[in-house]
């Protein structure tokens, strides 16, 4: 009896790891740039949400001097208005990383904003926070 019980705690901590340990990938173009955004929790969930981006332009080279923003929008609804949370990147390791604040539950449109010698180019993409 002893020895089922020490194998359901074992698979526990397996699938607590498992879940914890998930990540989203998101891979998409902006322009002549390409973008791996990479998102801490997959589905996001209400609060903070931890980000890192690799941007690399059509050569496939690092781009290391953007400006590079994440935004996290939801459009208005009967009785709710819309919302919007933005978050600037920081570039650390050759990659742009910080955090975005999710206020509620739902589907959330997502963007990267590249700013690169007065020229700004987008890629879009939509989660699903709980």
Excluded: C
Excluded at 45 to 50: A, D, I, Q, S
Aim: glycine content about 8%; overall charge positive; charged content about 30%.
């Amino acid at each position: 009896m002893k020895r089922h019980a020490w194998m359901v705690v074992l698979l526990a901590l397996f699938v607590a790891g498992t879940a914890f340990a998930k990540e989203s990938v998101v891979q998409k173009k902006a322009g002549d740039y390409s973008v791996e955004i990479k998102m801490e929790k997959d589905p996001p969930v209400v609060g903070t949400n931890r980000f890192e981006i690799a941007v690399t332009d059509k050569d496939g080279k690092a781009v290391a001097d953007a400006k590079v923003q994440v935004v996290a929008s939801m459009p208005a609804m009967p009785g709710m208005p819309a919302m919007e949370n933005k978050a600037d990147a920081k570039l650390d390791g050759g990659k742009y990383k910080g955090k975005v604040e999710i206020s509620m539950g739902g589907s959330w449109n997502m963007s990267v904003r590249i700013t690169k010698d007065g020229k700004t180019a987008t890629a879009k993409w939509t989660v699903d926070a709980r």
